[in-house]
């Protein structure tokens, strides 16, 4: 969670170093995707438990951790604290991606290198604490065959800002195959079908005033076939970035606080190789995080510094294609500085996304034309249980 960073102002982040990981064992599977790089694997069975891997980024004084728990998600949607317990690099925030199989998470973290756990049954393995590419980790995207993913770097382009490829073995093992395309200040990879959605004031030669871009994803590199600008100006500091499940519209919040500018959210639609930008919602305190309903009709934004969740309602055709509902009736109270959610897009619990927030995860149930808060599962007492990136298995 980002936001205790504001009141921990004195605790300077930590810097890069060394790998400390565990030597990982030798590779299991041998299936290698057809250009000699990472393990291509099986997903998992839909109708499954599954693990949620959480950073807890703080000790019990508010210092510096670099603290990792597992929880596991059952088929009931009973959320339970394992126990288990690892250490890695700290990570304030963010979304840790996991393959389709569910055995390796990757977590971008707070200094920019990527932390990798492989999953030995139900027992965590480190194969990389800090894993030190040429990048500075932001973001990362698993390719559906788990084979490889994207990690998003969201510097500018002389800085490395870009998308860069990455390799994973078997046991997890990462291979950094370098930048593949420059972009600046990206956030938000979202990829559908043959094309992805990125926001970016630049990617590659795209003419200055877009802010969101849609890319052929069948290039190599890919190339951009449409671009907009989604706010209708340049004073947008990018937060939260959700796709709807049909594809057909991208949400983005806008989070600055230097601009003068109320937050809000940008609304855009996607149709073939074209974008469209409708009316901004606004004003929508601080969007940090938008996800989106895998039933296509709504999504929630976490308003980080508004303490809310907040309703969204979709309807394909219609002008404008999303409105603001409001507030979430809360169970329990409302969230305190709500953060990165996840959520299910398959399985029986199909629908149930998490929330972090202080000391606790928030799970939250998106059905048919409806949003149900199911409460908080609190993570413990203290700065030591609030939690930062989460992620959980697809």
């Known amino acids: 969670?980002?936001?205790?960073?504001?009141?921990?102002?004195?605790?300077?982040?930590?810097?890069?170093?060394?790998?400390?990981?565990?030597?990982?064992?030798?590779p299991t599977a041998d299936a290698v995707s057809p250009d000699g790089g990472?393990?291509?694997?099986?997903?998992?069975?839909?109708?499954?438990?599954?693990?949620v891997v959480v950073s807890l980024p703080y000790t019990a004084s508010g210092g510096q951790a670099n603290n990792w728990g597992v929880w596991l998600l059952d088929q009931t949607g009973a959320l339970t604290d394992t126990g288990a317990r690892f250490a890695m690099g700290r990570a304030t925030g963010g979304v840790v991606a996991f393959t389709p199989d569910g055995q390796v998470a990757i977590a971008p973290q707070s200094d920019g290198t990527l932390g990798v756990v492989r999953?030995?049954?139900?027992?965590?393995?480190?194969?990389?604490?800090?894993?030190d590419g040429s990048f500075y980790a932001g973001e990362v995207v698993i390719a559906p065959d788990g084979a490889s993913a994207i990690v998003v770097d969201g510097n500018w382009p002389g800085n490395g800002g870009g998308l860069y490829r990455i390799d994973i073995g078997c046991d997890g093992t990462l291979t950094d195959r370098g930048r593949w395309l420059p972009t600046k200040l990206a956030r938000g990879l979202h990829v559908v079908g043959d094309r992805a959605v990125l926001a970016a004031?630049?990617?590659?030669a795209t003419p200055a005033g877009h802010d969101l871009h849609l890319?052929?994803?069948?290039?190599?590199?890919?190339?951009?076939?449409?671009?907009?600008?989604?706010?209708?100006?340049?004073?947008?500091?990018?937060?939260?970035?959700?796709?709807?499940?049909?594809?057909?519209?991208?949400?983005?919040?806008?989070?600055?606080?230097?601009?003068?500018?109320?937050?809000?959210?940008a609304v855009v639609g996607i149709a073939g190789d074209s974008l469209t930008?409708?009316?901004?919602?606004?004003?929508?305190?601080?969007?940090?995080?938008?996800?989106?309903?895998?039933?296509?009709?709504t999504a929630v934004i976490a308003s980080g510094f508004g303490d809310a969740l907040l309703g969204l309602r979709y309807a394909a055709g219609a002008t404008p294609p999303v409105t603001l509902t409001g507030p979430l009736t809360y169970s329990g109270?409302?969230?305190?500085?709500?953060?990165?959610?996840?959520?299910?897009a398959q399985g029986?619990?199909?629908?149930?996304?998490?929330v972090a927030e202080n000391t606790g995860l928030r799970r939250l149930r998106f059905a048919p034309n409806a949003i149900t808060d199911l409460g908080k599962t609190p993570t413990g007492t203290g700065t030591a249980a609030i939690p930062g990136a989460l992620g959980v298995e697809p």
């Open 333 to 344: 109270g409302r969230p305190q500085l709500p953060g990165d959610a996840v959520v299910l």
């Open 348 to 354: 029986p619990q199909r629908g149930l996304a998490i």
């Open 277 to 297: 930008a409708h009316p901004v919602l606004t004003p929508i305190e601080d969007p940090y995080a938008i996800v989106a309903s895998p039933f296509t009709d």
């Open 38 to 51: 990472g393990c291509r694997r099986t997903p998992a069975p839909a109708d499954r438990p599954r693990k």
């Open 215 to 265: 890319l052929d994803w069948t290039r190599d590199p890919p190339v951009v076939v449409a671009g907009v600008d989604a706010f209708g100006d340049d004073d947008a500091i990018v937060g939260g970035v959700a796709v709807t499940a049909d594809g057909r519209v991208a949400l983005l919040g806008d989070t600055s606080q230097f601009s003068g500018v109320p937050n809000r959210v």
């Open 119 to 131: 999953f030995d049954g139900s027992t965590p393995v480190v194969v990389h604490a800090r894993f």
């Open 201 to 204: 004031t630049e990617v590659g």
């Open 1 to 26: 969670m980002r936001r205790l960073v504001l009141s921990t102002a004195l605790v300077v982040s930590a810097c890069g170093g060394d790998d400390a990981a565990t030597s990982p064992d030798a």
